[in-house]
């Protein structure tokens, strides 16, 4: 059948907007990797060292390792004589400990990582069956807990039939189990030999261990052209000068930017909502990519490179990406709480810094302080963990008095879809399915739990608590028309459902959002807005070993007390919810037009501080 014209769609994103919005947030990722730089290492601390980042320009191929063995500066010829060296070393001990090693508990953290790296490649290979590899196996739990040695997991795989034998180049098909571990083995190392993952592993260690200086690099860095720099720069690094403070300038002139670093963070989203019809005006995603390099056919070198960047710019984080959300859940709960009639908004609850009514315990963010007596208003902008978790508490108690915490998680969890949190947006293109918190309803009651939700469900929710109860789905799109501009039709407002509760609920809600940010660390920013802000900030731990999630959401209203705009940010490992609210400010000053100051950072000891002030 022959190929007819489509219709024409009109979008309801603001592409100026939009531009603007992606390129603060790129600035805002830049300001956060600043604040948390450090010269050396800090004892019980997250941060980020000239080490580190040196080897993010190795690990995510802003350096090309092989441009360092074939270029022949000074810098690179005594960084390509060290590694050609320590490569050689470490395959031969590799290839040692695979023929009749130690346990994998008993080596250092470097082997371990290059047995790690030789299990995973021969699973990537397929050599290793992972469909096969069964979890509740003794093998595989001894190989966990490290009481095996590479050659004996090797061994155990064979007799469970975990590997792939016709994946190995054996000499017949009736090969002994010896022939079929020799024939693994020397697979094993074939690849390794090749991998590129194992010669980074290299450089991480060698850069850690002060053999690969950071100047070396940051002078390869400066001769492969994959940085701008002048002579005066290269001069100064050449001659002994600071590296840290090389590295720092180039991250906050974003020569070299948190995408290319691929470090935490390194990625983050925002989304931008009419409240009062569910439009969205922008919806960003950071980082991301050239479209122009798959128009008409796919540039398979482009595509490769995306696919091989650490910082992953081909998710949508504001659709695709789901997170815990932290505190920004609370507003949420005060509502439920509010509605169900087992709080009342004036009557208080005392917090003594931990809430102990459940095993384990969940301590307040003031622990081992307290807040004392606190109404919703002030529990909203203290973000009392205590307050709302007595909330949660109490919607699992059922009609007849007894405690059950399912009775709690659906009580809770019909808010959220009440509220257009977890339920599809309706949005016209892809997105991920949310997932209200099905574990622990008094965990889920201060967002945690195992809430998980993107940016733009953020959106559409604080878009409900704004407009006070009217869902609405959202929309990209505005209009349609033929090509010839005849049959225009229009994409009218659509609501999802309307939560009908006492107005003074709502009230409540927005005057404890109004007081987190009029009263709190944003108002240095936000009191230059022409409109009146109300916010809630939240911070996630999934990790131990690495920053809280961040997230951040505002709306405003004019000087009527209509809803004007929402703006909501997620950051991935963001360190501190006020880094997320740097940015959901930024947006609504690009929004309003408002001039943005040159630097805005954030310390948890000093607060804000704007323009080096």
């Known amino acids: 059948k022959e190929a007819t014209a489509g219709k024409d769609v009109y979008l309801t994103i603001d592409v100026e907007l939009t531009k603007r919005v992606y390129d603060l947030l790129e600035r805002n990722l830049a300001e956060t990797l600043e604040s948390y730089m450090s010269p050396v290492p800090v004892n019980d601390e997250i941060v980020i060292t000239p080490d580190e980042i040196c080897f993010a320009l190795i690990n995510n191929n802003m350096i090309d390792i092989d441009k360092i ?3 022949g500066t000074e810098s690179a010829s005594a960084v390509q004589s060290v590694f050609a060296a320590h490569k050689q070393n470490a395959y031969a001990m590799l290839e040692a ?4 090693g130690i346990p994998y508990e008993q080596h250092d953290e470097q082997m371990k990582a290059y047995l790690k790296l030789t299990r995973r490649n021969l699973i990537d290979s397929k050599i290793l069956a992972s469909d096969k590899i069964s979890l509740s196996d003794e093998l595989h739990k001894n190989w966990n807990a490290g009481k095996l040695t590479f050659r004996e997991y090797l061994e155990g795989a064979i007799s469970r039939q975990w590997v792939n034998i016709f994946n190995l180049d054996l000499p017949s098909e009736y090969s002994t189990s010896q022939e079929v571990l020799d ?6 190392m074939g690849i390794m030999k090749d991998s590129a993952d194992f010669d980074k592993l290299i450089y991480e260690y060698l850069i850690k261990n002060g053999l690969v200086s950071q100047r070396d690099i940051c002078l390869i860095l400066m001769e492969q052209g994959a940085v701008k720099y002048t002579e005066e720069e290269y001069a100064n690094i050449y001659n002994g000068g600071s590296v840290y403070d090389f590295l720092k300038r180039k991250i906050h002139n974003r020569d070299i930017t948190p995408a290319q670093l691929a470090l935490d963070p390194c990625s983050g989203s925002c989304v931008l909502e009419n409240p009062n019809t569910g439009e969205i005006l922008a919806l960003v995603s950071y980082p991301s990519y050239d479209i122009n390099y798959f128009s008409g056919s796919i540039n398979s070198e482009y595509y490769q ?16 990406t789901k997170i815990a959300p932290g505190s920004t859940f609370k507003p949420l709960i005060a509502v439920a709480g509010l509605a169900e009639g087992v709080i009342a908004s004036q009557i208080p609850i005392e917090c003594d810094g931990i809430f102990d009514r459940i095993t384990p315990n969940i301590k307040c963010h003031v622990y081992p302080r307290e807040h004392g007596e606190l109404d919703t208003v002030n529990a909203l902008f203290n973000s009392c963990n205590e307050y709302f978790c007595e909330i949660g508490y109490r919607l699992c108690i ?12 659906e009580r809770i969890k019909h808010y959220t879809e009440l ?3 977890s339920t599809k947006s309706g949005i016209q293109i892809s997105e991920t399915i949310p997932h209200p918190s099905d574990f622990n309803a008094v965990a889920t009651s201060i967002g945690q739990g195992t809430n998980a939700y993107t940016t ?13 109860g009217t869902v609405y789905n959202s929309t990209i799109v505005s209009r349609t028309s033929n090509s010839d501009g005849s049959d225009v039709k229009i994409v009218d407002p659509s609501i999802a459902n309307k939560l009908e509760v006492d107005g003074a609920i709502w009230d409540t809600v927005h005057e404890g959002m109004e007081m987190v940010v009029n009263e709190g660390v944003m108002d240095t920013l936000t009191k230059n807005l022409p409109a009146t802000v109300y916010g809630k900030s939240g911070t996630a731990q999934e990790d131990q070993t690495r920053a809280d999630h961040a997230c951040y959401v505002m709306f405003t ?9 929402v703006s909501t940010v997620m950051i991935p490992y963001g360190y501190a919810a006020t880094h997320a609210g740097i940015m959901t400010y930024y947006a609504l000053a690009a929004y309003y037009g408002t001039e943005i100051p040159d630097s805005v950072y954030f310390d948890e000891n000093t607060g804000i501080t704007v323009n080096g002030d």
């Open 183 to 188: 024939s693994l083995i020397n697979e094993a």
């Open 456 to 468: 733009l469900n953020l959106a559409r929710y604080i878009s409900t608590v704004a407009n006070s």
């Open 398 to 409: 059922t009609p007849d008095g007894t405690l059950n915490y399912n009775y709690g998680l």
């Open 557 to 565: 209203t004019d000087k009527d007390d209509n809803p004007e705009i």
């Open 97 to 100: 400990d695979l023929k009749g």
């Open 419 to 421: 509220l257009g949190l």
């Open 69 to 71: 063995a074939s270029s």
């Open 305 to 320: 490179k995306l696919l091989d960047d650490k910082s992953t710019p081909l998710v949508n984080r504001a659709t695709q």
